[in-house]
């Protein structure tokens, strides 16, 4: 089989039978001068035809690349993003934990002010009642001292002249 007769892709496989067909294209060569133009032809076509079949297969790998590499990117996007909501989520967390930390301690702050008003309450309370009853201690001292002060006034007092019968 000549390279005139070899369809194009038999020239293409691995490289070898583009050498055959060289090799074979020069052997011919001297027996038939009029056909090395067709067969030079025939290699240059299947040359152009393995050169786009070349490209075409490194597009295809590039755009395999380009896609993976999406893939990835995407990939790693996502990765990123739950890592960034678990830190934000974490970061709530702390916040809230410190929110009921601030609450508790605000409301020992007001149970304990409740409670010191409480006993100064009670302690006023006392006191009041302590003073109530030195009041009425009072007022019953001064009342006995006015009963015996009229006591004694009354003592003291002249009896009323009777009236005379000599008259």
Do not use: C
Not at 22 to 39: K, L
Not at 103 to 128: F, N, P
């Amino acid at each position: 089989m000549n390279a005139k007769e070899a369809p194009p892709e038999a020239v293409l496989e691995e490289g070898a039978e583009e050498e055959r067909v060289d090799v074979e294209a020069e052997a011919e060569s001297s027996d038939d001068d009029q056909g090395i133009g067709a067969r030079v032809t025939a290699v240059f076509t299947a040359a152009e035809k393995a050169g786009q079949h070349i490209v075409t297969l490194a597009r295809e790998e590039a755009e395999d690349i380009r896609r993976e590499a999406r893939a990835e990117a995407e990939a790693y996007l996502r990765e990123q993003k739950l890592q960034a909501d678990k830190e934000v989520e974490q970061i709530f967390a702390e916040a809230r934990r410190k929110a009921n930390a601030i609450e508790e301690e605000a409301r020992a702050a007001s149970r304990q002010v409740e409670d010191d008003a409480r006993v100064r309450k009670q302690r006023l309370r006392e006191e009041t009642r302590l003073i109530e009853e030195r009041i009425t201690w009072a007022k019953e001292g001064l009342a006995e001292v006015n009963d015996r002060l009229e006591q004694v006034f009354l003592e003291n007092e002249p009896l009323p002249s009777q009236p005379d019968s000599d008259s």
